[in-house]
């Protein structure tokens, strides 16, 4: 395929790739630079006179001195939607290439249409736009946009024989992320009144065990009875390498808590109940063991590496209290190994009226409860806004419904909340976000100040 030459915000693109200069240029290149370089490239592989009426950024992520890669999501005449993917490299970094054999099947299923093409490069190498649902890494993405192949998949599949019946026409697909090389989710609806699932799709076998994770996890809350919770039961395609997940009915419990702040209480209570039945089941057999304390303490370190680039002094103190929250661990006494979701936070949380409903079983292993606990804790003052009435009150709800916590457990839990709020402040404050400072060197402060409270066994 063919370069495209696109010299407009150049120096734009390397004083947002070199973190010399603080926040500042990354977030005026994405909100001012990148967009209009984006339509400018896209435009290369859209018929003539077709032209792209929006371009929003999703998500972001700076890798300072590397590179910069932006999903966005792009408005088309008609009310066509698509998501597209754009990398901007520093000088010596290769930016992704084109994916030939499936840019030319997804023309043939008709599922690349109208755009002629999935990939556009810049003439000097550095910058690259692909297009969904092309993605080399993952050549089974375009046949599950294809409605008819989807169609015989949920017409063939044990557990999804009954959830469509109509013309190929009726099949929806939606992307809901396009990372090439890392991730994809869809959202697919069998017609205006059938059923829909959520598709993760993998690269290797990890969706298998995420459906079969989930299936323990479904077990051990349905031990609670009423008051246990529920988690979604997946299906496997093993051919594409899916995962398919029925979309369940409620409000993400992150929503809840920002708008009702304190009176989400007893929907935490319940979350913690339900959090509580997984640290007790007894059957942790054949499970993939979760990160322990030190390994979590690197991966924090890792995240941190762009408030070190952008914000010195602050990236300083994050390390300094990364370590405090690791000593704090390390001279705890530790306990056996149980099941463990890996993931818990408000947003794989759903609260409905048959009560709270698990999300996301790709990290369900055997690990330490409080790590969990933890996680669960910083994230409830990541929702809340750290107002602190809402946290205290969000707080002691999560610990009575979760029942009598063992003092080293929670001893443990207050350490790994501090420093998952660490990591949180690295990761989730957009960095597009002309507050990023502000908001980033406030969560480093709270996180620090969560940590200077010594934990008592």
């Given amino acids: 395929m063919s370069a495209v030459s696109v010299r407009r915000g150049a120096s734009a693109r390397d004083l947002a790739l070199s973190p010399g200069d603080g926040p500042g240029p990354v977030a005026h290149f994405l909100d001012v630079v990148a967009p209009e370089e984006v339509r400018g490239a896209l435009q290369h592989c859209l018929p003539a006179g077709l032209g792209v009426v929006g371009v929003r950024l999703v998500r972001a992520k700076l890798k300072p001195g590397r590179k910069l890669v932006a999903e966005y999501a792009v408005a088309l005449p008609g009310g066509a939607r698509r998501r597209v993917s754009a990398t901007w490299a520093a000088p010596g ?15 043939r299923r008709g599922v690349l249409a109208p755009f002629h093409r999935s990939w556009i490069g810049w003439d000097d190498g550095r910058s690259t736009v692909s297009v969904a649902p092309v993605d080399a890494a993952f050549p089974q993405l375009v046949r599950l946009h294809d409605p008819r192949h989807l169609r015989d998949v949920l017409r063939t599949t044990p557990g999804l024989t009954s959830s469509v019946d109509g013309a190929v026409a009726e099949i929806a697909v939606e992307t809901v992320r396009y990372r090439p090389g890392q991730r994809h989710v869809l959202r697919v609806r069998a017609g205006d009144e059938g059923r829909a699932f959520f598709a993760k799709v993998y690269r290797d076998d990890t969706g298998q065990r995420t459906v079969a994770a989930a299936a323990r996890v479904a077990g051990a809350l349905a031990a609670g009875g009423a008051t246990g ?29 920002a708008t009702s702040g304190a009176a989400a209480a007893r929907h935490v209570a319940s979350a913690g109940s339900a959090l509580r039945r997984l640290h ?15 390994q979590q303490a690197d991966e924090t370190l890792r995240t941190a590496e762009l408030v070190d680039a952008l914000l010195p002094p602050v990236g300083s103190r994050l390390r300094q209290a990364v370590v405090r929250a690791l000593d704090l661990l390390s001279a705890l006494p530790s306990e056996p190994r149980t099941l463990a979701h890996g993931d818990v936070k408000c947003d794989n949380l759903l609260v409905g009226s048959a009560g709270v409903h698990l ?4 990290r369900v292993g055997r690990g330490d409860p409080a790590a969990d606990l933890g996680k669960f804790l910083a994230d409830l003052s990541w929702c809340a806004a750290a107002d602190e009435r809402a946290v205290s009150a969000l707080h002691e709800a999560l610990l009575q419904g979760y029942g009598a916590v063992p003092p080293a457990r929670l001893a443990r839990a207050r350490a790994y909340e501090g420093l998952l709020h660490l990591r949180m402040a690295a990761r989730r404050v957009p960095i597009s976000d002309p507050d990023w400072a502000a908001r980033v060197t406030h969560a480093v402060q709270f996180a620090t100040e969560r940590l200077t409270e010594e934990p008592v066994p």
């Fill in 93 to 107: 970094v290769v930016a992704p290439g084109p994916a030939s054999d499936e840019d030319a099947e997804a023309r």
């Fill in 359 to 362: 999300l996301d079983f790709d």
């Fill in 280 to 294: 007790d089941a007894i059957d942790v057999a054949g499970l993939p063991d979760r990160p322990d304390a030190v």
């Fill in 229 to 257: 919770g529920t988690a979604s039961a997946g299906v496997y395609l093993t051919a594409d390498r899916t995962a398919l997940w029925a979309e369940a009915a409620g409000d993400s419990l992150a929503d809840v808590v």
